[in-house]
């Protein structure tokens, strides 16, 4: 299995601009996460899907950030509009079962700079 | 309000010179408690999962332990490739949050 992909591996863009980072999860697993990490307050879950829903989205700063699932096998990150404070390294992970409280595999990341 | 507290923030260790790393936690409920290693430039790498007090689990050089305030990661004979950021991270009982702490950055030298 290839593991969780993440695309982009890195952005680069101006404050203003749409960003949108995606994730595809391991084949099976029914659960996936998206997290943030920087230096200052290490890594923080913003939304957690099970079964393509969102579950928990208290994590999301603010309305500026919005994500989906459309199926089991895509999701999606978006940022509009992105300022400075966004950069930072996003990572998704999954899981094959929330309840279970299985492993999450993460993928590589991907790292955001907001100019 | 649930919270993970991991120390010390930094360990630098001589190669075979045994150690153990602090996860401090509060939650509500504990759901289940993990380690995780993280490699620079990397996501997190899954180690154990612990759910109860008393549960001991082993992995290699590395054994992680738990009690009802905090767990342990306890690293024997560690060597030069053992070097990595290690997080602790708590899912507390009636949702999946995983709050995980700021890690500890361990250095084993040759």
């Known amino acids: 299995d290839a593991g969780v992909i993440q695309s982009p591996r890195h952005e680069v863009t101006e404050m203003g601009q749409e960003v949108t980072l995606r994730c595809k999860p391991i084949?099976?697993?029914?659960?996936l996460f998206w997290y943030r990490q920087t230096m200052m307050r290490g890594l923080e879950l913003l939304i957690y899907f099970n079964n393509n829903v969102p579950i928990d989205d208290s994590g999301m700063p603010e309305d500026r950030f919005s994500a989906k699932m459309p199926n089991a096998s895509f999701s999606t990150l978006k940022i509009q509009p992105s300022e400075p404070r966004d950069s930072a390294v996003y990572f998704c992970?999954?899981?094959?079962?929330?309840?279970?409280?299985?492993?999450?595999?993460f993928g590589p990341g991907t790292r955001l700079t907001v100019l | 309000e649930d919270q993970v507290t991991q120390s010390p923030e930094a360990l630098r260790l001589q190669e075979g010179e045994s150690s153990s790393l602090n996860c401090s936690y509060t939650v509500s409920g504990l759901r289940g408690l993990f380690w995780y290693r993280q490699d620079p430039g990397k996501g997190p790498e899954f180690l154990f999962t612990l759910y109860s007090a008393g549960e001991e689990k082993e992995k290699e050089r590395l054994k992680a332990t738990l009690t009802k305030k905090e767990s342990f990661l306890h690293i024997t004979a560690p060597k030069p490739e053992d070097s990595a950021t290690y997080l602790c991270a708590v899912q507390a009982t009636g949702g999946f949050k995983t709050i995980f702490g700021a890690g500890t950055r361990l250095f084993v030298k040759a």
């Open positions: 084949s099976g697993h029914n659960s």
């Open positions: 992970a999954s899981t094959r079962s929330a309840g279970d409280y299985n492993e999450q595999f």
